[in-house]
């Protein structure tokens, strides 16, 4: 352990956000052996040693506002609470893991049942129709590679427990690192002024809506260039305080969402948030890549948001003052950017291309941008790709969510963004822009209101005429026809040339041979 003082012990120190650190993770995966085993199994040793030293002694014995230099090479097995001023800087290979290695195992019949016992930790949550999984925060994993949990008789890749919360494997365990989750959390703050660096961090039962690494509501956080996935909930929770930085992380798979925290001044900056949802979160209640909601200011920006089940970015019920900016957003199950019952944004600069493809027939789940039910919101300079809808903006009756303020829908502005799509023979309707009103007392095609479209360019793989591609009231098929409403003015086509000049330009990538 070495430590070195930091030049501001107890202040807020100054953050530079244009630092990053991206890490990248390395999954190693054995092929599961399915021989019958001895009738007592003993599991492999981890390829990673476990630390012997304790890390939550070195936090106790460092002095508050200094730097914590951490050994790496190893794993500390143990959940770390951060209760004053300090930087906890991860050596090389420096884990922090939630499980423990379980080597104890017996032959009963065709399965392995463990000696040990899983904790009992907390559920909740809603979950996908069908499924009951989301509701279990029990974690197996051999090699490295994720069991599925089942009720019970498990097959190859799964996992049960019996009455006695012991683990149920249908793969042999034997010269096998079999790892299980006996822990809820990484790293818990009980102090403002903290800084996280460098780590992995990986296995965690945290609940629903928690993160496995979490300030805990302190403010003057500083969470860099870790690798975080494999939380049941969370991986990161940043909220309840000001002064919030998430840069150069790579967070993913986390069980519910990647990134979660509410009433917080946050910034997201150059992060990797991708694939996340493992574990069948009902989409429409909350999972993907960062939900936050009532912020007091929300910075995303740079950040890279792929594949993540169902939305990217998604601001919920008082995300004021939020701003997504110059990120990539891409191949995500339902919309890239969803910002609802939220005054005073912005989204600009992103480039947002193949999202919303598992959503069908819906205005409110399948656009590279919702907006949903807000005011005052600037959708500029963004170039949309191959998404099943471009921008949509919904003016739907939230009486019972946000109060009636934000039934209206006002100060909308779209303009000067690349929307860029295709014709679909599939009877849907695949809108480039669309304004919706969603319920009887809708205002937002009202002058009052204030919301208008303009100056977009727009590209389709086919001539127009056939199908309908935006929305102001009505459905229109004809570019002239929408430059007639308030929803759009003085828009025009690109030519083939500026298309390829445009996808270029942003770095995305082209479809694939005979689907442009």
Known sequence: MVLRRSSAAFGRRARGFWMVASIALVFSAAAFC?????????????????????????????????????????????????????TLEAGPGAEIRGSDVWRRWRREGSVWVSYASVPRFESGGYCRPGTDRCRWPEQVFIDGRPLEQVASNPGPGQFALDAGRHVILANDPTGHAVEVTVRRYWVVGRSDDVTIEGFTMKYAANPAQTGALTNNGHSGWTVRGNNLSWAHGADLQLGGARELLAVGNNIHHGGQLGITGSRADLVVKDNRIHDNNTEGFDPRWEAGGMKNNHMIRLLATGNDVYRNDPVGFWCDNGCNDATYSNNRIHGNARNGIHLEISDHSKIFGNKIWRNGWSSRGSSFGQAGILVSSCQNVDVYDNVLAWNNDGITIVNQDRSQAGGSNYDRVTGIKVHDNYIIARDHADGGIHTALAWVKAYPGGNIYEPSADNHGYEDRY?????????????????????????ATPGEQRARYLSALEERRVIRGAGIPNLPQGQR
């Open 459 to 483: 590209w389709f793989s086919s001539p127009e005429g056939a199908d309908y591609r935006y929305k102001w009231g009505s459905n229109f098929k004809y570019l002239s026809d929408f430059n």
């Open 34 to 86: 399915m021989l019958c085993g001895a009738r007592e199994a003993r599991g492999a040793t981890e390829t990673k040693p476990t630390c012997k030293r304790s890390l939550q002694k070195m936090v106790d014995a460092a002095p508050a506002g200094a730097i914590l230099h951490v050994p790496g090479g190893c794993v500390y097995r143990e959940t770390v609470v951060v209760n004053k001023p300090l």
